[in-house]
């Protein structure tokens, strides 16, 4: 049996990540805020599974939880493989530094790092116990490698994300374990992250016309398409690379 655990499978890229893994025959489960009816209904038609668990991963004592229960039904005697794609992600604070809150900062930077990092640990922890495969996908952006007026939560979550990664790959190579621990950057994709994007104002955010032409002149990637390449680069698993950083941009 092969798992994929995916967060943000609601909408957007893990919708579509989820779904076409459930046609590799994948047992997939979603971890998100809301419930996706749809892949549930798909599920029926593919040769894996869905199942969903409701978590709001800017809480982490939950997201703790909920992983664990997770991780006990997963690591278990008849799974070869389990994949844990880090994909659910929020750009919101956009505006300049001075203007952010408290609580939006918090829940930022819980639903962008600090949700990757606990259930990392927590699956590394079964993955080891178990000597069950683990492959782990944090989803990136090309924020994490420059600057953005407006994006400065985002841009620096990202790229905590990305050192993160990298270091556990390290770790891991240096354990001599066989998880490996990869980055996916999906570039530009047409989904209601790029919408709120849009949608904030010029003083909040510079760049603004230059998203609202992505949209305009149709350069916004559809979600299957982006999904199709991380799936074929986890579906070859003895191939995957450890700490290595995939985009997109380099098969499209
Ligand atoms: N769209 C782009 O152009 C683009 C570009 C580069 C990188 N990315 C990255 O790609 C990934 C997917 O982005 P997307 O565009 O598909 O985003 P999206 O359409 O906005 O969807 C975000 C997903 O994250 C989940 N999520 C957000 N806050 C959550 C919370 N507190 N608890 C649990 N789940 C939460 C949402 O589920 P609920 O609301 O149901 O909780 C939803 O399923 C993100 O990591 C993003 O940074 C996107």
Redesign the pocket.
Known sequence: MKYAVI????????ESIAKLLMQQGIHVIG????ANKSLKKLAQETTGSYQDYA????NGEETEKIFSIIADQLFKKQTDIVYLIH?????NPINTADKHTVESLN?HVH?NLIAPMITTGVFLKKANKTKIPLIVTS????AADRSVYGWSAYCGT?AGLNRYTTSVALEQDQLATSNKVILFD????D????EEIRSTSKEAFQDVDKFQKYKEEDS?RD?DTVANVLVDILMDSENVVNGEYYSVKDVL
């Open positions: 967060t943000g499978t609601s909408r957007g890229l893990g971890v998100a805020r809301h978590c709001n991963l800017a994909n659910a992600g929020t750009v829940s639903v989803v990136t952006s090309g990202k999906p570039s530009i994709m989904t209601d992250m790029q916004l979600t």
